[in-house]
């Protein structure tokens, strides 16, 4: 189980030429669908006069969620090469856009499949990338004179304190690497358990 996954913080532009037809491209981080559909809304809005706004994202740390779209030009010669950009680079929670001019000259399918993967490949390389980690929520109940060893637990372990309730019971909420996440809920059970 990979704790870490490759994304973009950034986002990245890139410019390609190819006989007249101009391919604008942008890679933006992205979180969700509706973050995709909200910015690919803005795309077709702020150009909407180009004759093309191609589109690839992919979401998730697992990298399962994701679509390319043609927009119009002859099946996978658009999307899909966006998308190949974004697999071969291993990225996540991106989505690539790139916009087409039509310069009057027919490119045919290599030449579509070519100008979008190098627009794709210029955008993706002129955004920051950063590694980030796969974390999971662990919740934990337990009395309040078990507060420091809790405390000193989760500090040994680097987890992260999300939310935290003071009672007579307390709650905390911790945030903490995926495969770290198991052996953090086993060390506060113990020391709940052993009082």
């Not at 986002?11 to 509706?34: D, Q, T």
């Not at 809304?41 to 779209?69: I, M, P, S, T, W």
């Not at 662990?138 to 003071?166: Q, S, W």
Request: glycine share 6%; with cysteine; charged share 25%.
């Amino acid at each position: 189980m990979n704790d870490e996954y490759e994304t973009i913080d950034s986002i990245g532009e890139g410019i390609y030429s190819e006989k007249r037809s101009k391919f604008l491209a942008f890679a933006h981080p992205a979180a969700s669908v509706e973050q995709v559909k909200d910015l690919i809304a803005d795309y077709r809005k702020k150009y909407y006069d180009a004759r093309h706004v191609c589109y690839a994202y992919v979401l998730g740390a697992e990298r399962q969620d994701f679509r390319a779209n043609d927009d119009g030009e002859p099946s996978s010669t658009a999307g899909k090469p966006i998308l190949g950009q974004i697999n071969s680079n291993e990225l996540t929670d991106i989505l690539v856009v790139v916009v087409r001019y039509y310069g009057g000259v027919n490119l045919g399918t290599g030449g579509l499949i070519s100008a979008y993967r190098t627009a794709a490949a210029l955008a993706i390389e002129n955004a920051s990338k950063v590694k980030k980690t796969v974390e999971e929520t662990v919740v934990h109940t337990f009395v309040y004179p078990l507060m420091n060893k809790v405390m000193r637990t989760a500090r040994e372990m680097g987890a992260r304190i999300v939310d935290m309730h003071y009672d007579n019971t307390c709650e905390i909420v911790l945030s903490i690497a995926r495969s770290k996440a198991f052996l953090l809920r086993s060390k506060l059970d113990k020391i709940s358990f052993e009082g």
